[in-house]
């Protein structure tokens, strides 16, 4: 219909004059260009079953031969004639001839000038005016090609089979993981160390540092984080000659040291978390770094954490977060280890589309003072799924199960799943066989250990703690001078139920610490007394009561327990030791 202006200008002003003369070249990637563009309108807005029945009802007359569409392509032509012709001797043909659209809106909402024709002389030179136009050597017929859109669109007789969809779905879902891993290649040094499930993760993380300024490799533990972090620093070195710097706790050193150089990892310094203070401030640019066990570095407001993004700002750094146990009981333990690298109020590809159907796109920013489409925006969220969507973009994590259902071969002498090298060697997946470990204990030999660790004074002591934090419910008025919310409500109703259950939790895990050393129960004992003291201070100054998370994970030692040891420097660890 028409070009814009630009383009018109660029035509107008060109060095190369373009032909006025169409070619069929030319004339066929107009007709497909044309094409594509009527297959994407049918992608706009919500279809209602009116638009569905609209669109079968013209597939259905182009295929009866009822209406005939064509492109003319000689010149932009903007006109809009509608010639109707009937057995009337009087007035055989009627023309109308404006700006509008034959539609209602068209007709009725709209300040085009019309008019209509019935002056037989007029009407037989607009026909001829269409017709010479209609039969025009490059005025092409689309019927087809438009009526077979219709009929491979959502408007299509017969229904898109589910497993089409699904398929459709996983394609675009893994658009950049495709893109990484034809992109990238694992360097030779590497020979036949990684499986195939590690050179696709590194393939796919390499993508995700070079779009975004970094990965967060949170495989479980035991699938070979180290060594593919390792070989991402070299595919980053070979490709955009990056320079590594690898930060970790004191205990891991050594071990990074021999991998970068086992594996020729270019320019590449190990500085353990216990020294970042001291060294990291003069330390020159690294254009890579390198965060083992990044869940330490949730706590944002910790010197070691500040020191380590101011570093990654001034050096302009990309980097490969390393985490089995990336979140630990708030979405912002992820948030902390993506501020890192990325600017919270950066604009994302997406937003916290989840939180934004409560809270209106337009008032959002009034609320949050943040964009929709930030990290600062996904902060505010408490959902899963948007969460979910978030750690899409920045996270590469596989379990066993998932290594074991997609990569694994089965021995067929065994059964056994293996994974396989390059060169053919195999590597079987442990099989867990639960056996009976049966052993004696006697409680009159005073060196018997567990029969210490169960005698009845030990498991007395235990038994009698007073927990009231973990069964709030034993405490709720039953006449509270302010009525509760709603959300109180519901609230109050679960503390009922999970509070014997947590109670029980709470002994069970002391066992536990106690059977690990007299060190680890000294913690976790401390640990109690301190939110004890925060549950006493709220009460005593009159201050709401701090419920938190009210479920198992909470009493979960492999997260509550955590070895915060790794983040301190060598006098702060001498003094906590000290103290306790």
């Not at 536990?512 to 925060?534: A, D, Q, T, Y």
């Amino acid at each position: 219909m028409q070009t814009l202006p630009q383009q018109e200008i660029a035509e107008a002003y060109g060095i190369i004059k373009q032909d006025a003369e169409l070619d069929n070249q030319t004339a066929l990637r107009l007709k497909k260009a044309l094409a594509e563009q009527f297959r994407l309108q049918l992608t706009l807005g919500a279809p209602t079953n009116a638009d569905e029945a609209g669109l079968r009802r013209l597939a259905a007359q182009i295929h009866g031969k009822k209406v005939i569409v064509k492109l003319h392509l000689r010149h932009t032509l903007h006109a809009k004639l509608y010639l109707l012709f009937r057995h009337d001797p009087v007035s055989p043909a009627i023309g109308f001839l404006g700006s509008s659209n034959l539609t209602f809106a068209g007709l009725s909402k709209r300040g085009e000038l019309n008019v209509d024709i019935t002056d037989h002389d007029a009407c037989d030179k607009l026909a001829r005016w269409f017709n010479d136009r209609w039969g025009d050597k490059w005025c092409l017929d689309i019927s087809q090609e438009i009526a077979d859109i219709i009929d491979q669109s959502w408007a299509r007789p017969e229904p898109i089979p589910p497993h089409h969809i699904y398929v459709k779905m996983a394609y675009h879902l893994s658009q950049e993981a495709r893109d990484g891993i034809v992109r990238y290649g694992i360097p030779k040094d590497f020979g036949n160390q990684l499986f195939e499930f590690q050179e696709k993760a590194v393939k796919i993380a390499a993508h995700h540092v070079q779009k975004r300024g970094g990965v967060l490799l949170a495989d479980v533990v035991g699938l070979g984080k180290t060594l593919m972090a390792t070989a991402l620093a070299r595919v980053l070195a070979d490709e955009l000659l990056l320079e590594t710097l690898i930060l970790c706790p004191l205990n891991l050193e050594l071990m990074w040291k021999d991998y970068c150089h086992d594996y020729r990892v270019p320019s590449c310094k190990v500085l353990p978390y216990s020294k970042v203070l001291q060294q990291l401030p003069e330390l020159r640019a690294y254009r890579l770094v390198i965060l083992d066990e990044s869940h330490n570095l949730r706590n944002r407001e910790g010197k070691t954490y500040k020191a380590i993004l101011e570093y990654i700002q001034r050096s302009g750094s990309k980097c490969i977060l390393l985490s089995a146990t990336p979140f630990n009981k708030e979405y912002l333990d992820l948030a902390s280890q993506l501020r890192l690298f990325v600017s919270p109020d950066k604009e994302l590809e997406i937003g916290p589309e989840r939180l934004l159907r409560d809270v209106d796109r337009a008032r959002f920013r009034g609320r949050y003072q943040c964009g929709a489409n930030t990290l600062a925006a996904f902060e505010k969220s408490q959902y899963p799924d948007d969460w979910r969507d978030l750690m899409r973009l920045y996270m590469v994590r596989r379990t066993r199960g998932f290594i074991k259902t997609n990569y694994a071969k089965t021995d067929p002498d065994n059964s056994r799943r293996y994974l396989e090298f390059n060169d053919g060697s195999r590597s079987y997946f442990p099989d867990q066989l639960p056996k009976k470990l049966p052993f004696v204990v006697d409680d009159n030999d005073p060196n018997d250990e567990y029969a210490r660790l169960y005698s009845a004074p030990v498991v007395d002591i235990v038994n009698g703690l007073s927990l009231p934090r973990y069964g709030l419910g034993n405490f709720v008025s039953a006449k509270p001078p302010i009525a509760a919310t709603n959300a109180e409500t519901v609230i109050l109703a679960n503390l009922s139920a999970a509070g014997t259950r947590l109670m029980g939790f709470c002994r069970s895990n002391l066992f536990k610490r106690l059977e690990s050393s007299g060190h680890s129960f000294l913690l976790s004992v401390e640990r109690h007394i301190l939110r004890n003291f925060i549950f006493l201070h709220a009460i005593e100054s009159g201050l709401d009561i701090p419920i938190g998370t009210q479920d198992a994970g909470l009493l979960d030692t492999s997260l509550s327990d955590v070895d915060t040891m790794a983040m301190r420097t060598p006098d702060e660890v001498g003094s906590v030791t000290g103290h306790l």
